[in-house]
């Protein structure tokens, strides 16, 4: 069964550093686009970044931009979010995400067809 598993979320205080994994099971991840979402409580998903086969990355939110990294794995099949100099505001449900048609980033989230279930990232004092 194919799926996408996140973890490496927690609790962490304002200025920190946190790692997130997505690994991919029954499928080789590194020929599609992979990208990582967030939806922060009462609010709709947002896009953060995503990386194409190719290795070109979308940044989809500028609140993130020179904070956060994403990167591949290949011999591990997994793909990263790498968040530093956290804030309150980056609290959120972060889902990684992917789509087997696609080599490319979708201009839009909602485009994405695989999802994985989520891990809450929380940023506080």
């Known amino acids: 069964q194919s799926q996408l598993v996140e973890s490496g979320g927690g609790l962490v205080q304002p200025g920190g550093s946190l790692r997130l994994s997505c690994a991919a099971s029954?499928?080789?991840?590194?020929?599609?686009?992979v990208g990582w979402v967030r939806q922060a409580p009462g609010k709709g998903r947002e896009g953060v970044l995503c990386?194409?086969?190719?290795?070109?990355?979308?940044n989809y939110a500028d609140s993130v931009k020179d904070r956060f990294t994403i990167s591949r794995d290949v011999a591990k099949n997994t793909v990263y979010l790498s968040m530093n100099t956290l804030k309150p505001e980056d609290t959120a449900v972060y889902y990684c995400?992917?789509?087997?048609?696609?080599?490319?980033?979708?201009?839009?989230?909602?485009?994405?067809?695989?999802w994985g279930q989520g891990t809450q990232v929380t940023v506080s004092s």
């Open positions: 995400a992917t789509d087997r048609r696609r080599a490319r980033c979708p201009s839009s989230v909602s485009d994405f067809r695989s």
């Open positions: 029954g499928f080789t991840l590194d020929a599609y686009a």
């Open positions: 990386i194409s086969s190719s290795g070109y990355i979308t």
